[in-house]
């Protein structure tokens, strides 16, 4: 880690437990910038799920890592993709920051992810059936990354994120 660059945050969570909505606040409220590494992904190579059809999973998931590589490297708050850390080269990039894991639950999500596009809930499935297997899959890795967890099934993000920018401004 280089000292001078901002002070840095990762979240990781599922999808829909909220990691933009937090992380901007998180942001405003550190004074820092904040990046959400999907969206460079897409900026730099086209929508997610077209990716995962022409490419595959393993192809974004080393576009993504990159996107991550960079972003530490830049610092600031970074909301990682829900999947990001399937990978093992993404996990290991994790290890000199705090990371925040955003729990959410399949009851508070299921309102979250209505009608969403997003490319793993597209399916012939129902999405919270669906969310839940894939979030089962991978709460294990999430913890494993994971210097705190904060839930944000039934609180304001608003609050959450405050409550986040508090325990960070501790950590340093």
Same mark, same amino acid.
């Given at each position: ?9 990762? @979240? ?26 999907d ?18 999973? !393993?192809?974004? *998931?080393?576009?993504?890592? +990159?996107?991550? !590589?960079?972003?530490?490297? &830049? ?35 299921? &309102? ?7 490319? @793993? ?6 999405? @919270? ?7 089962? +899959?991978? *709460?294990?890795?999430y ?6 967890v904060?839930?944000?099934?039934? *609180?304001?993000?608003?609050?959450? !994120? ?8 501790? @950590?340093?």
């Amino acid at each position: 880690m280089s000292d001078d660059r901002p002070l840095t945050i990762v @979240l990781v969570g599922p999808m829909g437990a909220g990691k933009t909505s937090v992380g901007r606040r998180v942001a405003k409220h550190l004074g820092v910038p904040f990046i959400d590494t999907d969206k460079r992904v897409v900026a730099e190579h086209g929508a997610i799920a077209d990716i995962f059809a022409e490419h595959g999973e !393993a192809h974004f *998931r080393e576009w993504e890592r +990159q996107a991550v !590589a960079t972003a530490i490297a &830049e610092g600031g708050v970074i909301s990682l993709g829900g999947g990001a850390v399937t990978d093992p080269g993404t996990r290991a990039l994790l290890e000199g920051d705090p990371v925040v894991f955003l729990a959410v639950s399949p009851e508070a999500v299921a &309102e979250r992810i209505r009608g969403t596009s997003r490319p @793993l809930l597209v399916a012939d499935e129902d999405p @919270l059936e669906r969310w839940t297997r894939i979030m089962e +899959q991978r *709460r294990e890795l999430y913890e494993q990354v994971a210097t705190i967890v904060f839930d944000t099934s039934r *609180r304001p993000m608003s609050r959450i !994120a405050r409550e986040i920018a508090d325990w960070r401004r501790g @950590l340093s």
